[in-house]
């Protein structure tokens, strides 16, 4: 499993650098993001849904930022 901290970014930044990182993973791949910016939970979770890439465990809570779990797609 892969980490990256992103811990004191800002929107847009943990979602691109996340999507770079992932993009430079083989397939299958586990990525463990911690971002602590309010508007991570929704760029992040987008950016899962439109590249294919699995979310498997984000924080709880609308709008909540924290620890994120992803598994790189095909």
């Given at each position: 499993?892969?980490?990256?901290?992103?811990?004191?970014?800002?929107?847009?930044?943990?979602?691109?650098?996340?999507?770079?990182?992932?993009?430079?993973?083989?397939?299958?791949?586990?990525?463990?993001?911690?971002?602590?910016?309010?508007?991570?939970?929704?760029?992040?979770?987008?950016?899962?849904?439109s590249e294919g890439h699995?979310?498997?465990?984000?924080?709880?809570?609308?709008?909540?930022?924290?620890?994120?779990l992803i598994r790189r797609?095909?």
């Amino acid at each position: 499993m892969e980490r990256l901290d992103l811990c004191g970014l800002k929107c847009p930044l943990p979602a691109l650098k996340t999507a770079r990182r992932l993009a430079a993973l083989p397939p299958g791949t586990l990525l463990e993001v911690l971002a602590d910016d309010p508007l991570a939970a929704l760029d992040i979770g987008h950016l899962c849904r439109s590249e294919g890439h699995e979310l498997v465990e984000q924080p709880r809570g609308g709008g909540a930022a924290g620890r994120f779990l992803i598994r790189r797609g095909s």
